[in-house]
């Protein structure tokens, strides 16, 4: 089955770049399904940060937009995340998942990565 | 963005009993609602999704019901295992949102 696998530098200087890459591994890529990220502060719920659809197609929170650019690899069968001008307040647990839109005509978050813990320090 | 409001917070319940949490939207949804299940230093695991359907593999205890503005996850008897904290998510439009969380503790 799917599974996913986040990977990257545990620790960012402020002012940095985020840089994380999910792995996609028993599935494609390119399958019909969009791939996300959301994030979790220490101690919080959960924030939507964006997804890629394997033509390269995106959707970003607006809260983030302005700072985030999610790429795709399909060569490697993975997907990247890149948050610009990082603070604190960008410390947290990041995951990948899938949104699946196999559901009939509905669609869900099915398969989510471990999660990586990224600190935003100096 | 649509803010997605869950109720209660935070619940403390006994093993067997059946308990209810519930999500509402700021504005219509149709039935774009999935619910999911997180444990600490876990992933979040999807239970319903639909508003009302059941994922593969999810215990037939959890079901998940409304439309619109006004959705309820209901467990009908809890087990030790079900003690989380339980999220709701829309993805009815962008940026698809969250609730805040519901924690679910033994009493």
């Known amino acids: 089955q799917v599974q996913l696998q986040e990977s990257g530098p545990g620790l960012v200087k402020p002012s940095g770049t985020l840089s994380l890459t999910c792995a996609v591994s028993?599935?494609?890529?390119?399958?019909?399904?969009?791939w996300s990220w959301v994030r979790q502060p220490p101690g919080k719920g959960l924030e939507w940060i964006g997804e890629i659809y394997h033509s390269g197609s995106t959707n970003y929170n607006p809260s983030l937009k302005s700072r985030v650019t999610i790429s795709v690899d399909k060569s490697k069968n993975q997907f990247s995340l890149k948050l610009s001008s990082v603070t604190a307040a960008d410390t947290a647990v990041y995951y990948c998942a899938r949104r699946n839109t196999g559901f009939g005509e509905s669609n869900a978050f099915d398969i989510w990565g471990q999660g990586t813990m990224v600190t935003v320090s100096s | 963005a649509i803010q997605m409001t869950q109720s209660p917070s935070s619940l403390s319940a006994s093993v067997g009993d059946r308990v209810t949490i519930t999500c509402r939207a700021s504005q219509g949804i149709r039935n774009d609602l999935g619910w999911y299940q997180q444990k600490p230093g876990k992933a979040p695991k999807l239970l319903i999704y639909a508003a009302s359907s059941l994922q593969s593999g999810v215990p037939s205890r959890f079901s998940g019901s409304g439309s619109g503005t006004d959705f309820t996850l209901t467990i009908s008897s809890l087990q030790p295992e079900d003690f989380a904290t339980y999220y709701c998510l829309q993805d009815y439009n962008y940026p698809h949102t969250f609730g805040q969380g519901t924690k679910l503790e033994i009493k």
């Open positions: 028993g599935g494609s890529i390119s399958s019909s399904n969009w």
